[in-house]
């Protein structure tokens, strides 16, 4: 029982590029969520999931997609890296969304130069 | 104003020393409040839940809530290096189909040995 994965552990961008992070969970969870966590700022919502084929957004959804296919994943893209997305991304999930408790993944280091 | 205001630290005490971190808040419909620990490096793992306001303890953590002073607050007795981590605290509304959470920004504790 591996809970929540992230791939790839760590990516550096040049501006402009695009890319896919890929969160896979095991526990069965419905709800799936995105994070990024940057100095000072603490975790911030992303967009979020409630189940397969659904999305909504977060926080601070501007310039990311995401998609959930398959229960088990969630991805997160970018599709046109800038500066400013420089951050550490965390995937979570929950079995449910009633303030039940979030498991997270290990993150993701990305650097867009 | 955030809504969730955390102290940052670092915060250094020796060992065996009782730790106090704290979170104040402005949003009144907050109900279910955390405290997650995050060591150097990996992802957000849930140490403490506390519904409403009260006090809840599990081994040498306390977690304390107090809705009417907007104040909640994580006890670790007999401290230990182990114990080394950045502590954040979240909290969410009450109902709703969703889990946001909104997280503090994160004390940094260092228990020297």
């Known amino acids: 029982n591996a809970g929540v994965t992230q791939t790839p552990k760590f990516r550096v961008l040049k501006t402009g590029q695009s890319m896919t992070l890929l969160c896979a969970q095991d526990m069965n969870h419905e709800y799936m969520y995105w994070y990024r966590q940057d100095p000072g700022m603490g975790l911030r919502l992303i967009h979020y999931?409630?189940?397969?084929?659904?999305?909504a957004k977060g926080e601070v959804p501007d310039g990311y997609n995401v998609s959930r296919l398959k229960k088990q994943n969630f991805l997160l893209g970018l599709e046109s890296a800038a500066p400013s997305q420089t951050s550490v991304y965390f995937c979570?999930?929950?079995?449910?969304?009633?303030?039940?408790?979030?498991?997270f993944g290990p993150g993701t280091r990305l650097t867009v130069l | 104003q955030k809504e969730v205001e955390q102290d940052p630290g670092p915060l250094s005490v020796p060992e065996g020393a009782i730790v106090s971190l704290n979170c104040t808040y402005s949003?009144?419909?907050?109900?279910?409040f955390m405290w997650y620990r995050q060591y150097s490096r990996k992802g957000p793992e849930l140490l403490m839940y506390t519904y409403s306001s009260g006090n809840k303890e599990d081994g040498r953590f306390t977690a304390q809530v107090d809705k009417s002073s907007k104040y909640i607050s994580l006890f670790i007795r007999d401290s230990q290096p182990s114990d080394s981590a950045t502590y954040l605290c979240a909290m969410s509304e009450s109902g709703g189909a969703t889990n946001k959470l909104i997280f503090g920004t994160g004390t940094l504790l260092a228990v020297q040995p």
């Open positions: 979570a999930s929950s079995r449910t969304g009633d303030s039940d408790t979030q498991y």
């Open positions: 999931s409630v189940g397969e084929g659904t999305t």
């Open positions: 949003n009144s419909a907050f109900q279910y």
